[in-house]
């Protein structure tokens, strides 16, 4: 079956520590983001992809950075310089706005902590 | 800014009844706009999408009205049940179609 699989669902981290967030998708989608999501707010942009070896940042990139070798595979990594890195990260992927209609698939999402 | 608003205030609805919620946005032309459904400690799931030039669109119990001069868009669930009750994001993607926002949601609960 098609799919978007993040790993690892729950990752914990000590404060200082970089980390790094796996995404994969069998679905031949062009594009992939990540957002993050904090309690009672919306799901904020960090960085996204339209193509291999190009990507852009969001809203809020300060503190994360991502590569794009593959075009199944989009890692996102919280480095230390995160200030408040305690949230859940959600990716995603979709076809290019011409081949497709726009709509998102999301993983299952990645909690983590920092103790 | 761009900015969404969404109820922040939790919907409580008795079963049977039409949920409607709200998302309205400022400094924005959204090419479309889309409705997702997120249950707790999981991934957005699709819904609806409804283009700028269209005013409604339904699929089975889900009704989206878009309304580009009100910059507003109405969410209906009709015969609600219990297992509707979850979060509903509201997102637009403008005409360079590249970046997705969301507003932050609305909670829906559904009695029995």
């Known amino acids: 079956d098609g799919g978007i699989t993040q790993s690892p669902k729950y990752l914990f981290r000590k404060e200082g520590q970089n980390v790094t967030l796996s995404c994969e998708q069998n679905?031949?989608?062009?594009?992939m983001y990540w957002y993050r999501q904090d309690p009672g707010q919306g799901l904020r942009l960090i960085y996204y992809s339209q193509i291999v070896n190009d990507f852009q940042k969001g809203d809020i990139a300060e503190g994360y950075s991502v590569s794009r070798e593959k075009k199944e595979s989009f890692p996102l990594t919280v480095t230390s310089a995160q200030k408040n890195p305690t949230a859940f990260y959600l990716c995603?992927?979709?076809?290019?706005?011409?081949?497709?209609?726009?709509?998102?698939?999301f993983g299952e999402g990645s909690r983590l902590t920092v103790l | 800014s761009q900015k969404i608003e969404q109820n922040s205030e939790a919907l409580n609805i008795q079963e049977g009844k039409t949920a409607t919620l709200t998302c309205n946005y400022t400094?924005?032309?959204?090419?479309?706009l889309q409705w997702y459904r997120q249950d707790p400690g999981r991934g957005p799931v699709f819904l609806l999408l409804?283009?700028?030039?269209?005013k409604e669109k339904r699929k089975e119990r889900l009704k989206v009205t878009f309304d580009t001069t009100l910059k507003q868009s109405l969410f209906h669930i009709t015969a609600s049940q219990p297992a509707d009750s979850a979060t509903y994001l509201c997102a637009l993607d403008g005409a360079g179609g590249f970046k997705t926002i969301f507003g932050a949601g609305t909670r829906l609960f559904v009695k029995a």
């Open positions: 409804i283009r700028e030039n269209e």
């Open positions: 400094n924005y032309s959204p090419a479309y």
């Open positions: 995603a992927s979709r076809l290019r706005r011409e081949r497709g209609t726009g709509e998102l698939f």
């Open positions: 679905l031949n989608h062009d594009a």
